[in-house]
């Protein structure tokens, strides 16, 4: 069974910034992509950014240019560098990891949570 566990989150004023990050219990660089989510109370998830097995990268469009997705894979780490934090950016982070093959599959993983709370 997968783990994710997502670590970092914390309570920071507008304009801080902030690192989240998400251990695997196996080799991050095995899954086809990982990438991060986050969800505010009555809001639907909402996608972040996202990194391929090849590298590519996607962001939503909230948060590009101020937020950085890396992998380290020597750590089976998943990070999500956040800079310029708003209100808005309050919401539970989640780590998310997807195996692409045919049934039994695929697979799809997530953490539980990181709570990010931006206010002055």
């Known amino acids: 069974q997968v783990q994710l566990v997502e670590s970092g989150g914390g309570s920071v004023q507008p304009g801080d910034s902030l690192r989240v990050s998400c251990a695997a219990s196996?080799?991050?660089?095995?899954?086809?992509?990982v990438g991060w989510y986050r969800r505010a109370p009555g809001d639907d998830r909402e996608l972040l950014a996202r990194?391929?097995?090849?590298?590519?990268?996607d962001y939503g469009d909230s948060v590009k240019g101020r937020f950085t997705i890396s992998r380290d894979n020597a750590k089976n780490t998943l990070n999500l560098q956040m800079n310029n934090l708003k209100p808005d950016d309050s919401a539970v982070y989640y780590c998310?990891?997807?195996?692409?093959?045919?049934?039994?599959?695929?697979?799809?993983?997530w953490g539980q949570g990181t709570q990010v709370t931006v206010s002055s």
């Open positions: 998310n990891a997807e195996i692409w093959a045919p049934p039994p599959g695929p697979w799809d993983y």
């Open positions: 990194i391929t097995k090849t590298g590519t990268t």
């Open positions: 196996r080799s991050i660089a095995s899954f086809d992509v």
